[in-house]
C-alpha cells in the first residue's frame, strides 16, 4: 500500500507551493509527514527551477495545528532526545538555502508556529490565530520557541506567550512581530504569490547570498540554545505532568498538574 501523501507539491513557474495535507487532522505534524517533509525541502533545495518555496497546510482551517499529541504517549526521554538532536524539519527550513514563505492559512500552533518562525517571511490569513500551547500539556517548546520566538517578539511577549499558552489573532501577531504582513483570507493565496513572484525575479545568487548572512546575524548564540532546549525539552519527557497533560488533552477533560 502507497504511503499517504501528507505533504503536496506543486510548481508555479519559478515557485514551489508545499503543502501539509492532513486537513482532517488540522494539518497537525506526526513523523511520516516530518519526513515527507525533509524528502520535500531536499528535493527543492536542489531543483534549480525552484527559486522561492511557498509552505502552507490543506484547507482553510489551519496552517498546522501543532505535533500530532497521539505520538507523545510512550516516548522515552532518550527517544525524544535523539529525534530532538538529528536533523529537524526546523532546522531543514531554517537552513534552506532559497527564500521560504509561510502561507498561513488558519491555525499556527506549537511545532505549527515554529516552522513558520524557522521560515524567512510569514504572510497571515486575518483568520488565523497563533500559539505555543505546549505548556497547557505540562510541556515544553523543542522546534526552537524558545530562541526564535524572542528574537522576533522581544523578551517580555515571548514569556507571556510560552508561559500562558495565550493564542493570538493574526492582528496581534503582526502587531508585536511575529508575522509580516495580514490579508483578507480570500486574498492569502494572491498575494502571497505575488510576493513570491517579485522574489522569484530578483538574482537568485544575491538571494541566497542575502539569506545566508542575515542568518549568519544570529547564528552563533541560536546554536548553542538550541542545543540547550533540545536537552531541555527531552527532559520533560520524565514529567508526571507532562503524562498527565497528555493523558488529559487526549481524555479530553481538565489536567490536574502536580508539579512533579
Not at 49 to 64: D, S
Not at 184 to 212: N, Y
Request: a positive charge; proline letters at 4%.
Amino acid at each position: 500500500m502507497n504511503e499517504p501523501r501528507n505533504v503536496v507539491v506543486e510548481r508555479q513557474g519559478a515557485i514551489a507551493i508545499a503543502t501539509i495535507n492532513r486537513p482532517d487532522k488540522r494539518n497537525a505534524l506526526d513523523n511520516p509527514t516530518r519526513l515527507q517533509l525533509l524528502a520535500a525541502f531536499d528535493e527543492l533545495r536542489h531543483d534549480k527551477g525552484v527559486r522561492v518555496v511557498v509552505l502552507t497546510g490543506a484547507g482553510t482551517k489551519a496552517f498546522i495545528a501543532g505535533a500530532d499529541v497521539n505520538e507523545f504517549v510512550g516516548r522515552k526521554p532518550v527517544e525524544v532526545l535523539k529525534a530532538l538532536h538529528e536533523t529537524t524539519i526546523f532546522d531543514a527550513a531554517d537552513a534552506f538555502p532559497k527564500p521560504l514563505i509561510a502561507m498561513i492559512n488558519g491555525w499556527c500552533l506549537g511545532s505549527g508556529n515554529e516552522l513558520a518562525m524557522a521560515c524567512d517571511i510569514r504572510v497571515a490569513a486575518e483568520t488565523a490565530r497563533f500559539g505555543q500551547p505546549e505548556i497547557n500539556l505540562g510541556m515544553m517548546p523543542g522546534g526552537g520557541a524558545t530562541q526564535r520566538l524572542p528574537r522576533l517578539v522581544g523578551l517580555g511577549r515571548a514569556f507571556k506567550l510560552l508561559y500562558t499558552g495565550q493564542i493570538i489573532d493574526a492582528n496581534e501577531a503582526l502587531k508585536i512581530g511575529l508575522v509580516d504582513e495580514v490579508v483578507p483570507a480570500r486574498e492569502l493565496r494572491s498575494r502571497t504569490m505575488l510576493l513570491a513572484e517579485m522574489i522569484a525575479s530578483r538574482s537568485a545568487v544575491a538571494l541566497q547570498l542575502i539569506k545566508e548572512g542575515i542568518r549568519a546575524s544570529v547564528r552563533a548564540p541560536l546554536d548553542d540554545g538550541l542545543r540547550h532546549e533540545a536537552s531541555l525539552a527531552s527532559v520533560v519527557f520524565t514529567s508526571k505532568d507532562m503524562a498527565e497533560g497528555v493523558a488529559a488533552f487526549l481524555g479530553k477533560r481538565q489536567a490536574r498538574f502536580t508539579g512533579e
